[in-house]
């Protein structure tokens, strides 16, 4: 009995000393933003630190040195005195343990296939070295946080879940609704498909939040808002958390910066206009790595350097005739754009863009893991936000997300182009199994669409 109880106090000081490692730069970023009481965000704060040591290598001696590692635990500890907030740093630390003896009793992690990818890419990063197999930076810093004797593999389900009551808690306070409203979001943790994907170490679901947060934060009244630098730094870890995000969601990103710079002349406003830049640019950074080594279009530094500087052109000159006509025709443009791609897709693919459509629409109608029943809840809670909202602007945010839907459809032949190897190519379809016979991504974009709008399903009970 005594062994068991010592072989357990060592794997909770094991898990400690790699909690406290991981959380502490999130705490001093907390206080720097004077917002040490938003327990649910100091997660988020870290793995914004953590991220950027896929590309700043030295970082990774914070990790790897007993030196650099008792200098945090230092650092931990004068945080403690100085700011006295035990709250803080205990709610964040028994909230991974409690996610962390959950995983160790019953084992509901999801392995997927990007799990070996992303651990060998930590291991190299941690190595000091650049290579990375093409994973999102914020991917690999969570699987970092190691050592001889134990892992932290849940802490995408902690900052996901984490960011995700914070998103819910805001939209109740905003719309005056009773607690009991979080119930309505149940329903959909029991979409099989929404689980698995929920329990695995890719970022999908964190992303999810991260997005939720931005539309929250734009369409707060100003004096409600959170400093500027703290939706600087969502925004970035939103762009960085998945490689594809930049892409994906320029449209919606457009949409959310014009709405959060609302009656603001950036023109004339040379520091937030570089706060920015540098916003919208240091993901690019941060996953420079995990680009170099991609292959596909959302991999491209061209393209995504151009993307940054269209964004922030746009954004900064918001109110030029040009733009307010876009602007007032976006939807427009947006289905245009779609009609567009898919013209040029099949133009270079032929009929190997039809198996494409066809094979993630059969996809998402599939029965077996509840796939048709997200895209179905996905639409209804669409129909019922677009329908209950006067404001304009919100409005053309929930019309942009169902075309993001559309787009994520449309783009798949240049997923599949890439990663579909001969069973793509040779363009045989009949007998093939509907699940990642072309390392179908698409679909895990699209319940990342989805779960962003969970927390909006609180608002079916409102009035307004």
Known sequence: MSKYLIAGLLMITEQLALIILFITPGLFISSFFNMKTEFLLTSSFAIFFWG???????????????????????????WIFKFK????????????????????????????????????????????QSGVLGVSSIQIALLKFFNESYILLTLQQCLAISLMVFNIKSLITQNNLKAVTTLTIIPAFFIFSVLLEIMTIR?????????????????????????????????????????ENLIIYFPLIFLLLRAYFYNENLQNDINQSSMLFVTLLSPLIANYYGYSYSQDLRANLIL???????????????????????????IIFFIASLVFLSGCLYYLFSFKAINSWLFIINHLLDTHRGWVTAVCYFIVILIYLISRTNNVKLKRVYTTFFLTFVLIIVSSPLHHSIYGGELWS???????????????????????????????????SSRT
């Not at 740093?89 to 992303?118: K, R």
């Not at 707060?220 to 870890?237: A, D, E, Q, T």
């Not at 350097?305 to 005739?321: E, P, R, Y």
């Open 52 to 78: 950027f040591s896929s590309f700043l290598i030295p970082m990774n001696f914070f990790i790897n040195s007993s030196y650099f590692k008792w200098l945090i635990y230092l650092m931990f500890v004068i």
């Open 85 to 128: 907030n035990i709250k803080n740093p205990l709610f964040n630390i028994l909230l991974i343990l409690l996610f962390e003896l959950i995983n160790n009793s019953f084992g509901v992690l999801h392995i997927v296939s990007t799990s070996q990818i992303t651990f060998d890419s930590a291991l190299s990063n941690l190595s000091y």
């Open 203 to 243: 970022t999908h679901f964190f992303a999810s939040q991260l997005l939720c947060f931005l539309i929250i934060e734009s369409f707060k009244p100003k004096y409600n808002r959170f400093s500027r630098g703290v939706f600087f730094l969502f925004l970035s870890l939103f762009i960085s958390s998945r490689l």
């Open 304 to 330: 995504l350097s151009f993307l940054v500087f269209l964004l922030t052109s746009l954004t900064i000159f918001k109110d030029n005739l040009f733009v307010e006509f876009v602007i007032r025709h976006f």
């Open 426 to 460: 040779s363009g045989i379809v009949e007998g093939l199994a509907i699940y990642n016979p072309f390392d179908e991504s698409q679909t895990r974009s699209f319940l990342q669409l989805f779960l962003a709008l969970i927390p909006f399903s609180v608002l079916i």
